[in-house]
């Protein structure tokens, strides 16, 4: 256990280091990349794709998701 | 690609999501709205490719949308969404591979675009810091990369990331820890 605080105290150490030109500080990548996440838009030119993909599927019973949906 | 770059911040949150106006569309515009995000940043950072991770995200709802009817709720709707965005870009990848074809989409494009509140220095960051991690992941081998993508969801258990995975839970664990230490190398070289 001491090991491995040990590693992830020189890992969030090399992070903070190499993050300093940014002026943020993340305690570990899970962190960093949940920062990305956060900041990263899904373009809305995917829902309106999606919305014209569905329109062109033959009709499906109305029941089955909705049912699913609303448990 | 630039529009993926360059789009208006605004334009994600003003206007109306066009799934609503399809019958039965309420439901499904909420689970889009609300699981959309973690798919399509998993495709953009696991395949470093913006129009790609546009491409899986909509046959990954596509498919959602027409077998919602067949999950069995043995996972959570997150997990199933997952596993369908991981084979779907697999596949992707694997069809690359028996291609020869190489990347080759400029540096821009691993631009995030910036949140709404932003300012411009803030954007600015935001986008250095974009470039420097999917560089960084894209020095990671494709298991470490997926490891710390899904750990990195916070609606994620490790039992279900090892699941995802098809290992052990302590495996995951194990991997976790030498995919992090990786990735605090290669991220400290992109400075």
């Known amino acids: ?71 | 690609m630039d529009s993926c770059v360059n789009e208006p911040a605004t334009a994600a949150t003003a206007a109306p999501n066009p799934l609503r106006s399809l019958p039965d569309g309420a439901e499904f515009a909420a689970l889009y709205e609300e699981h959309s995000k973690a798919v399509y940043y998993l495709a953009l950072r696991f395949l470093a490719d913006p129009q790609k991770a546009e491409d899986v995200t909509h046959d990954v709802f596509l498919k959602v949308y027409r077998k919602l009817g067949e999950f069995r709720g043995e996972s959570s709707l997150r997990t199933w969404l997952y596993r369908i965005t991981i084979n779907h870009c697999q596949n992707l990848k694997q069809s690359w591979s028996n291609r020869n074809i190489v990347t080759t989409a400029d540096d821009t494009v691993w631009n995030t675009t910036a949140a709404p509140a932003e300012s411009p220095l803030r954007a600015l960051e935001t986008k250095e810091l974009g470039e420097r991690i999917q560089k960084t992941l894209e020095a990671l081998t494709e298991e470490y990369r997926l490891l710390l993508l899904l750990v990195a969801d916070e609606e994620l258990s490790y039992d279900e990331v090892a699941a995802l995975t098809e290992q052990t839970a302590d495996a995951v664990r194990g991997k976790l820890h030498r995919a992090r230490k990786a990735f605090a190398v290669h991220f400290a070289k992109t400075a």
């Open chain 1, 1 to 71: 256990m001491k090991q491995e605080s040990k590693h992830r105290s020189q890992e969030q150490h090399q992070l903070s280091h190499s993050q300093r030109s940014t002026a943020r500080e993340f305690a570990s990548a899970e962190e960093l990349l949940r920062h990305d996440a956060a900041q990263t838009q899904v373009p809305p030119v995917i829902a309106e794709r999606l919305t014209q993909s569905i329109a062109k599927l033959p009709q499906q019973p109305r029941s089955w998701w909705q049912r699913w949906l609303k448990r």
